[in-house]
């Protein structure tokens, strides 16, 4: 996998360092990857050689898992999860689950030794949900029954059977999250190049790595998105989780970005209303929907230029996904000089912002689960002691979940820190 991290612009580093200093409470995120990552998010992570599909870094599959094989051996001491062993979601909406999971990227869930390798991690430790990369902007990870969103799968590789993969998850009595990129797709861009962000002369408006995004004004993207979830979710997965909810960074070194049929509604409106809608549909079914945010927006008091306002988006969402990662903070940020060294203060500073706000918007409970840093960018090399640091930081902020980020799903190196 690959990503790459271009500076935020000076004059919002300048905001955040001094909003950080007012307040001593923020978060930081990364920017956008590359075309060529493999399943890439807002969530970040470091630079690293995207795997072929059926490899995962450097790990070559061993074959497809004949039709009806489940993959490892489930625990004897966990029972298995789901609608097939629970009649019904595991963290169905109003459910106050905790979720504690590992990001699968796109290579990893096509390759049968590595989803084996992950479920044995999960065997022997708090993790309790696999967070799987089915829409990236690579198009699609499933083969779709719905000829619309066959138009727009992309040619990349697909998990050859979603509901075989899906019984190899809830076999070792763990949670399938469904993770889809929304609005950064390359795939949706092309294919219907009248719903892209366009410049000022009414050509398509592209970002720093030359990509075109789809416009979150556009309802016919909102409703291929939505639609590919609810095809996800009656195939068995039990939660829905939107990245790239938001617009592009609009750099001063880019062209102005120009968003035809958007009549007047504000960037944070047209991203809630976009959340409003998909947690209507995915409640329809019985599943959560979720949405990964950056971390700036638990501590910047009104909306980013992305469109994330965290007063916007938390009252329609079931569960926030701040990115809260310690390499990704500008130095200084609550007066530390070196963020990456301090993994549990950022991340209990910038958690126990988006706790005080969720309670003066009234809502309580595991509403907030931050994605945390198990990848190395920059000094100190991250093992499980940063990983420790950082979950019992999510704990003295008053939650109990998260989600572990490394670009490449690999977390043996952290596995020390979540056992059971």
């Not at 956008?32 to 070559?60: H, R």
């Not at 979950?391 to 596995?415: C, E, M, N, T």
């Amino acid at each position: 996998m690959h990503l790459r991290f271009p500076s935020l612009p000076p004059l919002l580093v300048a905001a955040v360092v001094a909003s950080l200093a007012a307040s001593s409470l923020a978060a930081c995120t990364s920017d956008d990857p590359s075309p060529a990552s493999s399943g890439t998010t807002d969530s970040g992570t470091v630079a690293a050689a995207p795997a072929p599909p059926g490899e995962v870094a450097g790990m070559p599959s061993n074959g497809d898992v004949p039709n009806g094989a489940v993959v490892g051996q489930p625990p004897a001491t966990r029972p298995a999860t789901g609608e097939a062993a629970r009649g019904r979601p595991l963290a169905a909406p109003g459910t106050d689950a905790v979720v504690r999971g590992l990001y699968v990227n796109r290579f990893a869930a096509q390759s049968t030794r590595k989803l084996a390798q992950l479920l044995a991690i999960a065997d022997s430790t708090e993790v309790n949900a696999l967070v799987i990369d089915m829409k990236d902007e690579f198009g699609l990870n499933f083969r779709s029954d719905d000829p619309e969103l066959q138009r727009n799968a992309g040619t990349m590789g697909k998990v050859r059977d979603v509901r075989i993969l899906l019984d190899s998850v809830r076999a070792h009595g763990l949670m399938p999250i469904a993770r889809l990129v929304v609005f950064k797709d390359s795939v949706a861009a092309r294919m219907n190049p009248d719903q892209v962000i366009r410049k000022a002369d009414g050509s398509p408006w592209r970002d720093g790595q030359g990509l075109t995004w789809v416009s979150p004004y556009s309802q016919k993207i909102r409703e291929y998105n939505i639609r590919a979830a609810e095809e996800l979710v009656r195939l068995g997965f039990e939660e829905i989780q939107w990245d790239y909810i938001r617009f592009p960074e609009p750099y001063k070194s880019l062209p102005a970005q120009h968003f035809p049929g958007s009549d007047g509604v504000s960037k944070p409106d047209a991203i809630a209303d976009f959340l409003k809608e998909a947690q209507a549909r995915m409640h329809a079914l019985g599943v959560r929907s979720t949405a990964d945010v950056f971390g700036l927006v638990t501590i910047v008091n009104g909306p980013l230029e992305i469109g994330q306002h965290w007063e916007k988006v938390a009252p329609v969402s079931d569960v926030l996904l701040p990115m809260v990662y310690p390499s990704h903070y500008p130095s200084g940020a609550f007066g530390i000089a070196r963020p990456n060294a301090e993994p549990y203060q950022i991340v209990l500073r910038a958690i126990s912002r988006a706790r005080e706000r969720d309670a003066a918007l009234g809502i309580t409970g595991e509403h907030v689960r931050p994605y945390l840093q198990a990848f190395t960018l920059g000094k100190p090399e991250y093992g499980a002691e940063q990983v420790r640091e950082q979950i019992r930081a999510v704990k003295d902020a008053g939650y109990q979940g998260w989600v572990l980020w490394h670009p490449g799903s690999s977390y043996l190196p952290f596995v020390d820190a979540i056992r059971r």
